[in-house]
């Protein structure tokens, strides 16, 4: 195998702007020349180049013999790497122009240059045989670089809609349309760099597409006011303004800035600018420049007299300034020149001009000066800034800055000076911001609380997202009307906050970005054992400090402390980046690691954290593992969480089909079929879908010769959802599924097995054959209450107890069956077993109500409806409505009973497609309520259709229930087949030996004789 060529394991994955440049024609050139003289040229061609690159922060990747590759954006991020490489092109066409002049000049030769610049995804590191690597990007978005270069015109620099799109309104671009280029599937929108645009910052790209609704920060605007009145007052006043990026510095201080210069006060601004370090006094020039009215068109005679004039009128002692304030704002005056001094001299006879400028004695008004961005400062003009603080005691300037926490602020102890941490929006401005943004259409309810959590409180990342939603087409309509067409979960992060937060990740020192994305890794919250364990930086003191560096700079918190240091991320999309920027192969590794440490690490909460291990084991590649973990998660989740051990279970199923042949294989392969069979019949199931595990699972029992799995098959078929049965072959497939437990000897699969099938015997009213089954449980069972649990039902004990209490009950033996009941109710609970808790409340609550005690009926029946919606399952949620419902009609609230019913049917059939074993129970309860309800016909027609679905399919358990209600609706009406209804009734009664029934038949017979009379 060739080893040689590989990535290192450090690379990553970087969002980079890639620029090519190179010499048109240069063979032909090269042609015409000396080969000596040739290189020469080249050379002078390449540092060109290679200053610009490096001017602006950017890395020569390579050179590629008539030109360069450049990366603005790797190894260290930028945020602003697209704007970067377009003002290095700039530059560089400018410098290749004059150099082409002299070339003709001196050679004659036609020598010209062409750039290509695209934006996106690369991966960076070290590329190469072993050892001797070198960094380089590749990918995609190089290769893209490359053909815009080819395509461009000699002398002009094409860029990608990417990088177009990065790059808008601080460059001035010129739409050239689609393109058909090579390697690209479909047509290319390329532009051209024009020149520099006209927004400075990211606040005036904003200006430009319409400032959003400014909301919020009241409290920081009027600690601005009063600073301003104590400025007024002649006090000076400084304010710091420190946030993250895109919190909202610069608005606030646009803001103030506008409601200043409404009151007639001047405002000076100034920017130290991402790439602008490298330049001298930027900002100083700015601000120098605002405060002289100069403006670019001004020749320099008239910039000298703008000077002269306001610094003389200011203070006629400022006279002798002047020529180094021309000297500096770069419009010496010839007659007198200032003289050459060093830099230091030069800086300080600055400084001293600008702060006699504040102390003007002439100055009468109050004048506010504005400097952003001083994490981006220069070296001159901070110092100048500091000694301006300093000296304005007793002036009335108010100096107003603002930077990211990172800056070291050296000047903070200024007596002047306060600071503001201005927080990232609350909830409530963030919906109206969103409001502004998006409307209010019904469409968008949640997403302000959606884009909040997510953008945590940053306007910036609000505005940003809220644009993607708009060009992903998500969101559709004008801005401040929109709707939502799509849900939002899935969107990514926008380019532009992407770049924002590598950059911020990108400038933590190594140990700490290590650590930051380990943890991105390993989860939303991470203990700190795991993240020490898969941080890689386990020895000495590493992982702490570095851990106490990502908590400073505000990428991790502390969410706990006791009993364990718990750490999480403070921004969901820092998280997300970082988890991004890693290569697929690190991720898996410290994936699967991250679920090793978790395993080692807690030995008591292997169940509890079963399923966030397997995610873990999963994405780490580790199938087998994943496989395991899921279905132990899905054992954990078990009949307290239906809806989860259903899907946990699916999973298995997913990620053992995964897996090479084996034994444990085909183990999980059938449990985890048979598992989610045993969910169909609580939560419902697509018929297809149960066809097929079905199918698939009594494939492998058999292939396997797994004579437990068979028999559960045979049960579980009997118990298939919604299904309408006949009671005849219900109870064959229950017989068979018993036979072919007691061939196994297995004695849990046997009281299993049993307790399922008294279920079939009680739907058709075999009560004998009930009680049968369940003292054969019990006997099984001895003194195991345990025994045959979380086969098919949680506590087969308990189960066996409440099916006796029911036939008590129906015998009209009432106090054995609330014996029984309640005794099964503790045995449930002990047992952890809620469901079966849940079914023995809703025959509590029907027992009171039989017994008369109506008002603990409904007690009893709503107690149980709200701890069986939290169960979430289908089956027992049925169950207890047809309850409630049952108390509510002897209660005598027909409609209330009628509503109940009617969610009942309404969510057992929507889950199953059919109404079940239990349709006409439920048939016969409606039918009293809608006669209740004075609704003859209706009642008349439902009690005929339950009627016979029941005889039909011999569930006579209902059948005299039905009768009894067709015969009291038909009477209602005048018609004479009551009698005959109600003969039936009790004849049906009577066989299956329901004594309860027969006194419901007589008081019925009592009640229409009443009526007739
Ligand atoms: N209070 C606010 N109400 C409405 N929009 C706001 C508010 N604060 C900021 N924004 C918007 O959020 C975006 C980012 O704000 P801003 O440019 O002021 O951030 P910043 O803190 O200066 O970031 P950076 O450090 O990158 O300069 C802007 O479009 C701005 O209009
Ligand atoms: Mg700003």
């Known amino acids: 195998m060739n080893t040689a060529n590989r990535i290192e394991p450090d690379g990553e994955r970087k969002q980079v702007t890639v620029l090519f440049a190179d010499v048109k024609g240069s063979m032909d050139l090269a042609e015409q020349q000396d080969p000596e003289e040739w290189r020469r040229i080249m050379q002078g061609f390449f540092s060109i180049l290679a200053d610009d690159v490096n001017r602006f922060e950017g890395t020569v990747d390579k050179f590629t013999g008539d030109g360069i590759m450049a990366v603005f954006g790797a190894p260290i991020a930028h945020e602003d790497h697209a704007r970067r490489a377009c003002y ?139 600073a301003l009145d104590r400025t007024r007052a002649g006090e000076g006043a400084a304010i710091g303004i420190v946030a993250e990026a895109g919190i909202g510095k610069s608005r606030l201080c646009h803001e103030f800035a506008e409601r200043c210069r409404g009151e007639g006060i001047e405002v000076f601004e100034a920017q130290a600018q991402s790439h602008g370090r490298g330049i001298p006094f930027m900002p100083v020039l700015q601000m120098l420049r605002a405060y002289f009215g100069i403006v670019d068109a001004d020749p320099e005679r008239i910039v000298r007299e703008k000077i002269a004039g306001r610094a003389l009128l200011l203070d006629p002692d400022l006279a002798d300034d002047l020529p180094l304030l021309f000297d500096f704002l770069g419009v010496p005056d010839p007659d007198r020149p200032f003289p050459q001094l060093s830099a230091e001299a030069r800086q300080r006879a600055l400084c001293g001009v600008v702060c006699k400028l504040v102390h003007a004695r002439n100055r009468r008004e109050p004048t506010v000066i504005v400097v952003e961005d001083l994490h981006w400062i220069d070296e001159g003009s901070e110092t100048l800034l500091r000694e301006l603080v300093g000296a304005i005691e007793g002036t009335q300037t108010l100096v107003i800055v603002n930077f990211r926490p990172e800056y070291e602020r050296g000047w903070s102890n200024q007596p002047a000076y306060r600071e503001i941490a201005l927080q990232p929006l609350g909830l409530d401005d963030t919906r109206k911001l969103i409001g502004d943004l998006a409307g209010a259409d019904p469409s968008l309810d949640g997403l302000a609380e959606h884009l909040h959590e997510r953008a945590a409180g940053n306007p910036f990342f609000v505005e940003e997202i809220v644009r993607e939603l708009v060009e992903a087409g998500h969101l559709e309509g004008a801005r401040g009307a929109h709707r939502l067409v799509r849900s939002v979960e899935e969107i990514g992060v926008p380019a532009s906050v992407q770049a924002v937060l590598a950059a911020r990740i990108d400038r933590l020192e190594p140990d700490a970005k290590q650590l930051v994305q380990a943890a991105s890794v390993a989860g939303k ?22 851990l106490r560096t990502a908590i400073d700079a505000g990428f991790l918190y502390e969410a706990e402390l006791y009993p364990k240091r718990l750490l999480a991320f403070r921004h969901p ?134 004579l437990r799995s068979l028999t559960l098959l045979r049960a579980l078929l009997g118990a298939r959802p919604g299904i309408v049965r006949k009671g005849e072959d219900w109870i064959a497939a229950t017989d068979e599924a018993n036979r072919l437990a007691d061939e196994s000897g297995d004695h849990h699969l046997q009281v299993a097995i049993r307790a399922a099938t008294a279920y079939s015997r009680l739907c058709v009213a075999d009560f004998e054959g009930v009680n049968r089954h369940c003292d054969e449980v019990l006997e099984l069972a001895g003194d195991d209450p345990g025994a045959g649990a979380g086969i098919i039902i949680g506590c087969p004990v308990a189960w066996a107890r409440m099916c006796n209490g029911i036939c008590h009950r129906e015998r009209a033996d009432f106090e054995p069956a609330r014996e029984q009941l309640e005794r099964a109710l503790e045995i449930a609970n002990e047992q952890g077993d809620p469901e079966t808790a849940s079914w023995t409340r809703s025959n509590l609550a029907t027992l009171a109500a039989a017994q008369g005690d109506v008002e603990a009926g409904l007690a009893m029946a709503r107690r149980n409806h709200e701890l069986t919606e939290r169960l979430g399952d289908v089956f027992s949620r049925t169950i207890s409505l047809t309850s409630l419902a049952t108390v509510e009609l002897a209660a005598g609230d027909h409609r209330g009973a009628l509503d109940t019913l009617e969610e009942a049917e309404q969510l057992y059939r929507s889950a199953m497609g059919t109404g079940g074993e239990l349709s006409a129970w439920r048939g016969a309860l409606r039918v009293d309520a809608l006669h209740g309800l004075g609704r003859t016909a209706e009642a008349v027609e439902l009690a005929r259709t339950a009627a016979a679905e029941a005889r039909e399919n011999g569930m006579l358990w209902p059948l005299p229930r039905t009768l009894r209600a067709l015969a009291e609706a038909l009477a209602k009406g005048g018609d004479e087949g009551a009698a005959e209804a109600l003969g039936e009734a009790a004849d049906v009664a009577q066989r299956t030996g329901s004594t309860f029934a027969l006194d419901e038949i007589e008081q019925a017979r009592e009640r229409i004789a009443a009526a007739r009379a």
């Open 88 to 226: 290095a092109a700039l530059r560089m066409l400018d410098g290749i122009a004059s150099y082409a002049a002299d070339l003709r000049r001196k050679h004659g030769l036609n020598f010209s240059a062409r750039i290509g610049i695209n934006s996106g995804e690369v991966i960076a590191g070290e590329i190469g045989s072993e050892g001797d690597g070198a960094y380089t990007a590749i990918g995609h978005t190089v290769g893209m670089a490359q053909r815009m270069e080819a395509l461009a015109e000699p002398g002009k620099a094409y860029l990608t809609e990417e990088a177009a799109e990065a790059a808008r309104g601080f460059l001035e671009l010129e739409d050239l349309g689609d393109f058909e280029i090579k390697g690209a599937s479909r047509p290319i929108r390329v532009f051209e760099l024009i020149g520099i645009g006209t927004a400075r910052s990211r606040l005036d790209l904003s200006r430009e597409r319409g400032f959003s609704t400014f909301v919020g920060r009241d409290e920081e605007t009027s600690v601005l006011a009063a």
């Open 573 to 706: 999309l820092t998280r997300e980046v970082a988890y991004g920027s890693q290569l697929a192969e690190q991720r898996r590794s410290t994936h699967a690691a991250t679920a090793r440490a978790m395993i080692e690490l807690n030995p008591e909460r292997h169940d509890e954290l079963a399923a966030l291990i397997a995610d873990h084991m999963e994405e780490g590649g580790e199938t087998q593992e994943a496989a395991r973990w899921s279905a132990r998660a899905a054992y954990w989740a078990g009949h307290s969480q239906p809806r989860d051990a259903m899907r946990l279970w699916k999973r298995t199923m997913d990620l053992t089909g995964e897996l090479d042949e084996s034994e444990e294989k085909a183990a999980l392969a059938v449990t985890s079929r048979l598992r989610q069979l045993d969910y169909a019949w609580r939560l419902g199931m697509e018929r297809e879908e149960e066809a097929r595990l079905v199918e698939e699972a009594e494939e492998i029992a058999k292939r396997t010769a797994d």
């Open 525 to 546: 919250e991470v203990s700190e054992p795991t993240l020490v364990g898969v941080s890689g930086l386990a020895e000495g003191g590493r992982c702490e400090a570095a």
